[in-house]
């Protein structure tokens, strides 16, 4: 039986900050505020091997693919074991040579497969945030099953971490409607500090909901991802090539500064895969932003973490 939980951390506002959204008051005087997400999901993707019931079927070079349960991809799975193989130190060369941190969007499996990616993360000064334990779709699933991964992705991080930090943020990407109740839940039950939800497209600056499950007047923030700037939209089709995406990605850099320039600043994200910006043929558009956004004196390179905090120090939550 499905447990009840209260959805007003669900609750839908279409107004938000209206015409006259609040100045974010980034540190230094900042602008904009980019943050930039790396979704590190290799090794964690669906896959036999691992006990799902089929290979994974989106988000690599084949393009949408009809999995036959029970068999595994080879193909497939080389595909997701170039981005941890070598991708992704490709990826985080420049970011270490622009001295940029960024946040991981972190399967828990993945760095049971892989933890010099996590050693490295936490070592390097990069925030690392739940991409729960296994890429895949949590909607359909029963409350039971979707908590023990939550516990696998919280024993993943502690365990693979040098320093044990458990993630403050979470981003699942396929989420249930129940999946920040049940993260929040076992975070309470645990005693760790849930500080911001990422499943969620629907402003430029972070916002307040109920926490779930909270004490009255407890509040989650929210943080809005901008998911138009994801390198998904190759395997989409939306972006044609790695100018486009770069292009696409400068613009919204350059809308959100000049609004920061007549005093509302607000962030972007941009988001990437290592199996597919990390790729030499893509690597250039990610290089191009980066000198780019580097290039100006008045920008602050963040982890959603920093970005979260920021907030609530700046902008604390109503009860």
């Given at each position: ?29 900042a ?21 799902d019931e ?35 130190w ?26 010099a ?12 945030a ?143 895969h ?46």
């Open positions: 039986m499905a447990t009840q939980f209260d959805d007003a951390w669900m609750k839908r506002d279409l107004f938000g900050y209206g015409p006259d959204r609040p100045d974010a008051k980034w540190p230094k005087g602008k904009i505020a980019v943050n930039f997400v790396l979704n590190h999901e290799e090794g964690g993707e669906r896959s036999v091997e691992d006990g089929h290979a994974e079927t989106v988000l690599h070079e084949f393009g949408q693919l009809s999995a036959e349960p029970g068999k595994r991809d080879p193909a497939t799975e080389s595909q997701f074991d170039y981005g941890s193989r070598a991708a992704i490709r990826i985080m060369r420049l970011f270490k040579k622009h001295d940029i941190s960024i946040t991981f969007y972190a399967v828990g499996r993945a760095f049971e497969r892989n933890p990616v996590a050693k490295y993360a936490d070592e390097n000064g990069h925030e690392v739940a991409h729960c334990y296994k890429w895949k779709p949590y909607t359909g699933m029963s409350d039971a099953e979707e908590e023990e991964y939550i516990r696998k992705a919280v024993n993943a991080y502690k365990t693979t971490s040098p320093s044990g930090k458990v993630p403050v943020g979470w981003f699942y990407g396929r989420p249930s409607e129940r999946s920040a109740p049940l993260v929040a839940k076992v975070y309470k039950e645990l005693g760790h500090e849930l500080l911001y939800w990422a499943d969620t497209y629907a402003d430029d600056l972070p916002y307040y909901t109920t926490m779930p499950g909270g004490k009255e007047g407890e509040s989650l923030v929210m943080m809005p991802y901008s998911l138009d700037c994801n390198d998904f939209k190759f395997w989409q089709g939306q972006m044609g090539s790695d100018d486009a995406f770069a292009q696409h990605c400068i613009d919204a850099f350059t809308t959100i500064r000049e609004e920061g320039l007549e005093g509302k600043s607000a962030y972007i994200t941009v988001a990437l290592s199996r597919w910006i990390g790729r030499p043929g893509r690597f250039q558009a990610l290089r191009r932003m980066v000198e780019h956004f580097s290039s100006f004196d008045d920008v602050w390179f963040a982890t959603r973490e920093q970005i979260a905090r920021h907030w609530v120090e700046t902008y604390p939550p109503k009860a």
